[in-house]
């Protein structure tokens, strides 16, 4: 029997939430899913106790939780916010969306509005690595390919790129070549960034790319993941490596990444800031 509190997950699409089921299969603890409609789906559901809502759906969301005795809930998986005109509240929506008039919110204030919102029935929020910590980038360098000393500068560049960033909420990551800033992840996400900057960079040394933590962030509410579509990507737009925050960042599918980084020559490190 686990020792665990019941855990609930809030789930939307990609890998993410198919890691924490294994995870809680692995350790006994009990879960129950609310899949976020249209991103999560009944496949990767199907063998765990579900029901599907969508996202402005909170009272039915609340009311599930409760039925089934959930303790803590943690966010997982990807989801795109909704124009106003595609959330359809149901009553307990509708109030908090009055209550914070999310229309003029950044995403990051709209997720903490939401979880604080969570928290006065009873819940408590969890981050995804605090249910699996293993999942956090340590500091160092992941597989055989090491970045050089010019990539390293380069990693240095973004840093503080990417701090500057953060700081006016506008994104996570960025993109140098050369000690130039070839892009920068605004709204658009990160692939797009990326393909913009295969467009501008030069011959010769392939350019990086450094994500961190946006400054203020809440740690429980859709931290920085790197997974098996990060490496396609960075393949697919010919960069040479990628520099992470260590301590604040996932990395899912661990092996896999590693495995696929190694026979392509891109390097994955880790950095303490």
């Excluded at 303790?71 to 990807?78: H, T």
């Excluded at 960079?201 to 994500?211: C, E, F, L, R």
Aim: glycine letters at 10%; proline letters at 4%.
């Amino acid at each position: 029997m686990s020792d665990f509190k019941k855990l609930g997950m809030i789930a939307g699409a990609g890998m993410m939430p198919v890691e924490i089921i294994k995870h809680c299969n692995s350790t006994g603890r009990e879960l129950f899913v609310i899949g976020l409609e249209p991103f999560a789906h009944e496949e990767t559901l199907r063998d765990t106790p579900h029901i599907f809502a969508k996202i402005a759906e909170a009272g039915k969301m609340i009311k599930a939780l409760q039925q089934n005795n959930v303790c803590e809930i943690v966010l997982a998986g990807g989801i795109k916010r909704p124009s106003l005109k595609e959330m359809i509240p149901d009553w307990e929506g509708f109030k908090i969306m009055t209550k914070f008039a999310m229309k003029k919110m950044s995403d990051d204030n709209l997720f903490r509005a939401v979880m604080m919102q969570i928290e006065e029935y009873g819940f408590k929020v969890v981050g995804i690595q605090d249910i699996v910590p293993e999942m956090l980038f340590a500091e160092g360098q992941y597989g055989r390919v090491k970045p050089s000393t010019e990539d390293m500068d380069d990693i240095q560049r973004g840093i503080t790129v990417a701090k500057a960033l953060g700081a006016v909420d506008v994104g996570q990551a960025v993109v140098v070549q050369e000690g130039m800033v070839l892009a920068v992840e605004a709204i658009e996400g990160t692939d797009m960034m990326l393909s913009r900057a295969a467009m501008l960079k030069k011959p010769g040394k392939a350019p990086v790319m450094v994500k961190i933590l946006k400054p203020g962030q809440d740690r429980r509410v859709d931290l920085p993941t790197i997974g098996l579509q990060t490496i396609e990507m960075l393949k697919k737009h010919g960069m040479k490596g990628i520099a992470v925050e260590a301590g604040n960042i996932l990395l899912i599918e661990r092996e896999a990444v590693i495995q696929m980084a190694d026979k392509e020559g891109i390097f994955i490190l880790g950095v303490k800031l």
